[in-house]
């Protein structure tokens, strides 16, 4: 394949799934690192995407945060993939599903199928169009409320006043939770926003499932919304060894411990 179809299929790939990976793209048409690296240098010169660490977004996305939140998306994407395939199977028939407005909670959206007469209850934008494409294809039944308020532009999720106030109205089955690191202590988000959000959502919830890669574990981040004996049960995976600390917290607040192979999946 020569220079100019390479860079078409980079700017198709782009413009498909918003963000291109050096080193995926070197695998998958057959050349060096180095090779898609000058390509996306060039493009880049030619304003036809944006570079950023790995690889590259398309060029309308300048902003910093916009940028970051397309890698927070494709971070660890494979474990996310298998963490909500198990999360998804918790799912069942009649249910009210609260999910917060973590990106790793996309992937609880696009694994769940099969459900009938269930009401997602959601502050996010990705997560609800994923929803709305499953109930228009006819893959699960029952209906998705949005809950409203100030949107977040970089982040795609409802904040603020407004948000708390609309849960008040809401009660729940079943709350699935996303976090940035989990503690022997605390379970805890960098955003004020998203942690906040999902501390209301478990006020409200017969039971809430937290879904932590296994990188988040054994770590502290800004904002603590959660003890680990808050939740019946996590969701975590094995490409990291989960500490002693956390395990034996786990068990002290008998939380249920759900841990999945890191797979690799082609689809």
């Given at each position: 394949m020569n220079a100019?179809?390479?860079?078409?299929?980079?700017?198709?790939?782009?413009?498909?799934?918003?963000?291109?990976?050096?080193?995926?793209?070197?695998?998958?048409?057959g050349v060096s690192v180095e090779t898609i690296r000058r390509d996306i240098d060039r493009m880049?010169?030619?304003?036809?995407?944006?570079?950023?660490?790995?690889?590259?977004?398309?060029?309308?996305?300048?902003?910093?945060?916009?940028a970051e939140y397309v890698l927070r998306k494709q971070d660890n994407q494979q474990v996310k993939i298998s963490i909500g395939r198990a999360a998804a199977a918790?799912?069942?028939?009649?249910?009210?599903?609260?999910l917060d407005c973590g990106t790793s909670i996309q992937d609880i959206?696009?694994?769940?199928?099969?459900?009938?007469?269930?009401?997602?209850?959601?502050?996010?934008?990705?997560?609800?169009?994923?929803?709305?494409?499953?109930f228009t294809a006819g893959e699960i039944d029952g209906r998705a409320i949005l809950i409203g308020g100030e949107m977040d532009v970089h982040n795609r999720f409802t904040k603020g006043a407004m948000v708390v106030e609309e849960l008040a109205h809401y009660s729940a089955d079943i709350a699935f939770i996303s976090c940035t690191a989990v503690s022997s202590q605390s379970v805890s988000d960098y955003t004020l926003d998203e942690g906040a959000y999902s501390s209301h959502l478990m006020q409200r919830a017969v039971k809430s499932v937290l879904v932590?890669?296994?990188n988040k574990l054994g770590k502290t981040s800004l904002y603590a919304f959660a003890r680990l004996g808050d939740f019946s049960c996590i969701i975590t995976d094995d490409t990291h060894h989960i500490p002693e600390n956390i395990k034996n917290s786990l068990a002290a607040a008998n939380v249920n411990t759900v841990v999945v192979s890191n797979y690799r999946y082609d689809s």
């Amino acid at each position: 394949m020569n220079a100019e179809k390479r860079r078409q299929h980079l700017l198709e790939k782009l413009n498909e799934t918003g963000f291109i990976s050096i080193s995926d793209e070197s695998k998958a048409l057959g050349v060096s690192v180095e090779t898609i690296r000058r390509d996306i240098d060039r493009m880049a010169e030619n304003k036809q995407l944006l570079k950023v660490r790995g690889g590259a977004t398309p060029a309308r996305m300048m902003l910093r945060s916009d940028a970051e939140y397309v890698l927070r998306k494709q971070d660890n994407q494979q474990v996310k993939i298998s963490i909500g395939r198990a999360a998804a199977a918790m799912i069942t028939d009649g249910q009210v599903v609260f999910l917060d407005c973590g990106t790793s909670i996309q992937d609880i959206a696009r694994s769940v199928s099969g459900v009938k007469n269930v009401t997602f209850v959601v502050n996010s934008v990705p997560v609800m169009s994923i929803l709305l494409e499953k109930f228009t294809a006819g893959e699960i039944d029952g209906r998705a409320i949005l809950i409203g308020g100030e949107m977040d532009v970089h982040n795609r999720f409802t904040k603020g006043a407004m948000v708390v106030e609309e849960l008040a109205h809401y009660s729940a089955d079943i709350a699935f939770i996303s976090c940035t690191a989990v503690s022997s202590q605390s379970v805890s988000d960098y955003t004020l926003d998203e942690g906040a959000y999902s501390s209301h959502l478990m006020q409200r919830a017969v039971k809430s499932v937290l879904v932590a890669e296994s990188n988040k574990l054994g770590k502290t981040s800004l904002y603590a919304f959660a003890r680990l004996g808050d939740f019946s049960c996590i969701i975590t995976d094995d490409t990291h060894h989960i500490p002693e600390n956390i395990k034996n917290s786990l068990a002290a607040a008998n939380v249920n411990t759900v841990v999945v192979s890191n797979y690799r999946y082609d689809s």
